[in-house]
């Protein structure tokens, strides 16, 4: 199973708690104005990878507490995503998702998306609004963001903030 990714950051201290390996994933269809990453934006753009490749970039450093996919947009690559997530939490590990879309869009097609929030820990939801930009915020880009937590969301049936 192959995915389209942009980088991969193997030591990140900044995209959720603790030590984490970062994927970006490469097409991003949200165009944020003021996006940290807009070279991920190209839908054809980056490099073709194999979910097996990232899962042994992940497990080859027996520091990390997590992986991290961010974009890019990660949810226009769910299976691949899914997959990686799956065999990262086998291991006990946890899963942290950066998307653009909002929780309720993603909520009303929850059968496109179930595989990967079953194996995602905390999704940090909504657009980069590069008015609401902030430095203060934990894991987040703006203020409209929200750090949630999916089991719990899942669970019940509405959203739950995670707090770190």
């Known amino acids: 199973m192959d995915l389209r990714i942009s980088d991969i950051i193997s030591d990140s201290i900044v995209d ?3 030590l984490r390996l970062t994927v970006f994933l490469q097409g991003c269809i949200h165009n944020c104005k003021g996006c940290h990453n807009p070279e991920t934006h190209n ?4 490099i073709i990878v194999s979910a097996e490749y990232i899962l042994e970039k992940f497990f080859e450093n027996p520091l990390l507490d997590g992986i991290t ?3 890019g947009e990660p949810l226009l690559q769910p299976e691949p995503v899914a997959f990686i997530a799956e065999k ?10 950066y998307t ?8 009303e ?10 194996y995602t820990d905390i999704l940090i939801d909504g657009p980069f609004i590069e008015e609401l930009k902030s430095y203060d915020l934990d894991f987040k880009g703006s203020a409209n963001q929200r750090a949630i937590d999916v089991s719990k969301s899942l669970f019940y049936n509405k959203i739950v903030l995670w707090k770190y």
């Open 43 to 46: 839908l054809d753009g980056g």
């Open 109 to 118: 097609k929850k059968d496109d998306f179930i595989g990967v929030l079953k």
């Open 69 to 71: 996919f961010s974009g």
């Open 88 to 97: 990262v939490k086998e291991k006990g590990f946890n899963v942290i998702i």
């Open 100 to 107: 653009g879309f909002v929780w309720e869009k993603i909520i």
């Open 16 to 18: 959720g708690p603790g």
